[in-house]
């Protein structure tokens, strides 16, 4: 079964700038932890994204991205 308007609409889907960038070298896969600024309404969030073949931290700093906020956290 595929996604619903409904399951789209349950999504905050938000722009932030990302703040810091750097290697994740605890992370399965090669990737880069951010640090992105949403705002004074969601504040600082931390993500990881698996994305070294195509930018290098430098780059990313400043950038504006697309993220859903409100997803719960991931344990484990």
């Known amino acids: ?10 999504l905050d889907v938000r722009a932030g700038t990302v703040l810091r960038c750097e290697p994740f070298p605890g992370a399965r896969y ?3 932890k951010l640090w992105i600024d949403f ?6 969030k931390a993500s ?17 991205i697309l993220a859903v906020v409100n997803f719960p ?3 484990g």
Do not use: F, H
């Open 1 to 10: 079964m595929g996604a619903t308007i409904e399951d789209l609409e349950r």
């Open 48 to 64: 990881s994204a698996r994305i070294t073949d195509l930018y290098r931290p430098e780059d990313l700093v400043g950038r504006q």
């Open 30 to 32: 090669p990737a880069y």
């Open 73 to 75: 956290p991931r344990l």
């Open 39 to 44: 705002g004074p309404e969601i504040g600082t």
